[in-house]
């Protein structure tokens, strides 16, 4: 177990705008905060099963975490919760190709960009730039599924750091229970697709990892690497 979650079921409304949502919650209509500012169009219908948390500030009731899947597991929509299960992931020595790796610092600037964390791994630094992979198709977990100019912007951040003979990572987070794969999915951004061959080409380290929602609210790390194809 990565994380506890308090977590309510509700039934999906509708999506007001890319940050916010209607959920029904014990017969009641609520509002709720979406992180996640993919298109989501695979889960973002009326009727569909959901898990939210309770919100105390701001405008909204509620946190949309994810939404029911298979074997009564979750997929994670919520991108704070997959990066609180990373970091946890981290801390607890789980990931294989991050043993010896701490987190140094978060919202690191570089270039024009803000990467998500800078490491320590045995004394080395990387960069390291976390996405979200919601997207299913069979045993894969896919990103990006719509144009992403800012995930473009990223990838090319990654590229100069290791041209420049720095260590840089990007991590593709796949918040989908049972997947075994990542791929980038190319109808999403074509662009992405082409920057990651180039990213591989250069020496940007691509990995990607897979994580899931328990009916009680436990965030568990289902596999700790997941095999990419680019």
């Given at each position: 177990m990565l994380l506890k979650l308090p977590i309510i079921e509700c039934t999906f409304i509708k999506r007001l705008n890319r940050f916010l949502g209607v959920i029904e919650v014990n017969g009641e209509l609520k509002k709720a905060l979406i992180t996640n500012t993919g298109r989501l169009e695979e889960f973002m219908i009326r009727g569909r099963k959901a898990f939210c948390i309770p919100?105390?500030?701001?405008?909204?009731?509620?946190?949309?975490?994810?939404?029911?899947?298979?074997?009564?597991?979750?997929?994670?929509?919520d991108t704070r919760?997959?990066?609180?299960?990373?970091?946890?992931?981290?801390?607890?020595?789980l990931i294989e190709w991050l043993k010896g790796c701490k987190i140094k610092?978060?919202?690191?600037?570089?270039?024009?960009?803000?990467?998500?964390?800078?490491?320590?791994?045995?004394?080395e630094e990387v960069f390291v730039e976390m996405?979200?992979?919601?997207?299913?198709?069979?045993?894969?977990?896919?990103?990006?599924?719509?144009?992403?100019?800012r995930g473009q912007k990223h990838i090319k951040e990654l590229i100069r750091l290791r041209e420049n003979g720095k260590r840089a990572m990007i991590v593709f987070i796949g918040a989908l229970p049972g997947v075994r794969k990542f791929k980038s999915y190319t109808q999403g951004d074509p662009e992405i697709a082409r920057l990651l061959r180039e990213a591989d080409k250069v020496g940007v380290e691509i990995h990607a990892l897979?994580?899931?929602l328990l009916p009680d609210g436990k965030v568990v790390l289902e596999k700790p690497s997941l095999e990419v194809e680019l």
């Open positions: 919100k105390q500030e701001g405008k909204t009731n509620f946190v949309l975490i994810g939404f029911l899947e298979n074997e009564g597991k979750g997929a994670i929509i919760t997959q990066a609180k299960a990373f970091e946890r992931a981290i801390e607890l020595g610092k978060r919202e690191v600037k570089v270039g024009n960009s803000r990467l998500d964390y800078l490491l320590d791994c045995n004394g996405k979200s992979a919601v997207l299913r198709e069979g045993d894969y977990a896919m990103y990006p599924d719509c144009p992403s100019l897979g994580i899931s």
